[in-house]
């Protein structure tokens, strides 16, 4: 079955960075587009970056544009979301999640993701 953990996050001071890192396992991850979402408290989860299969392309949310960056190391089966610049409005959940989609369609929308972690917290101190 699809499993997928993500760990890295943490406290961080606002204007900190934080290093996301999302281990997959349960199916063939070089198949899928994968991609990182997020749900503060009291809001809806949503979309934040994605990445193709190849990790050629990807896509941002304008809230993190210029800031985030996604990767992938297909050899390890590890999907990756380095933050910078970090504001106390990125504070959230974070969830690694496999698109049910083969390509990316931007904008991007969590409803593209069918599969996520448990999540890892990612708190912004202002």
């Known amino acids: 079955q699809v499993q997928l953990v993500e760990s890295g996050g943490g406290l961080v001071q606002a204007g900190g960075s934080l290093r996301l890192s999302c281990a997959a396992s349960?199916?063939?991850?070089?198949?899928?587009?994968m991609g990182w979402l997020r749900q503060a408290p009291g809001k809806e989860r949503e979309f934040v970056a994605t990445i193709t299969q190849s990790g050629v392309n990807t896509d941002y949310s304008d809230s993190v544009k210029g800031r985030f960056t996604v990767s992938r190391d297909n050899a390890k089966n590890t999907v990756y979301l380095q933050m910078n610049n970090l504001k106390p409005e990125d504070t959230a959940v974070y969830y690694c999640?496999?698109?049910?989609?083969?390509?990316?369609?931007?904008?991007?929308?969590?409803?593209?993701?069918?599969?996520w972690g448990q999540g890892t917290q990612v708190t912004v101190s202002s």
């Open positions: 999640a496999r698109s049910r989609l083969g390509y990316i369609r931007s904008p991007g929308s969590a409803i593209d993701f069918t599969s």
């Open positions: 349960g199916f063939t991850f070089v198949g899928y587009v």
